[in-house]
Nanobody, 115 residues
Framework: QVQLVESGGGLVQAGGSLRLSCTASGSIFSIMGWYRQGPGKQRELVATITRGGIANYADSVKGQFTISGDNAKNAVYLQMNSLKPEDTAVYYC???????????WGPGTQVTVSS
């Protein structure tokens, strides 16, 4: 059974930083990443990273967020710097099964940036 567990969300002032972590279990994953859903908005891509270390970012977070992964731990991290109120959202970890190709999701972690 695949499980994704996120941590690291919280409340931070504008300009601050947070680091999100996600650990997955139950499979090997070809791609892991982060999506977010802000208040009244649709879920959107933040960043992904392949097992080979190739990262992809949404234009809105390039230069501000950094994604990294640890294959041995089946983990993915998101370093978020210079946070803005518009970064407020529930951040979801996602992972794509290496063999099945199925996508899995974590329950989400709330990030709130106060102005």
């Amino acid at each position: 059974q695949v499980q994704l567990v996120e941590s690291g969300g919280g409340l931070v002032q504008a300009g601050g930083s947070l680091r999100l972590s996600c650990t997955a279990s139950g499979s090997i994953f070809s791609i892991m990443g982060w999506y977010r859903q802000g208040p009244g908005k649709q879920r959107e891509l933040v960043a992904t990273i392949t097992r080979g270390g190739i990262a992809n970012y949404a234009d809105s977070v390039k230069g501000q967020f950094t994604i990294s992964g640890d294959n041995a731990k089946n983990a993915v991290y998101l370093q978020m710097n210079s946070l803005k109120p518009e970064d407020t959202a529930v951040y979801y970890c996602t992972a794509k099964g290496w063999v099945s190709g199925q996508s899995y999701w974590g329950p989400g972690t709330q990030v709130t940036v106060s102005s």
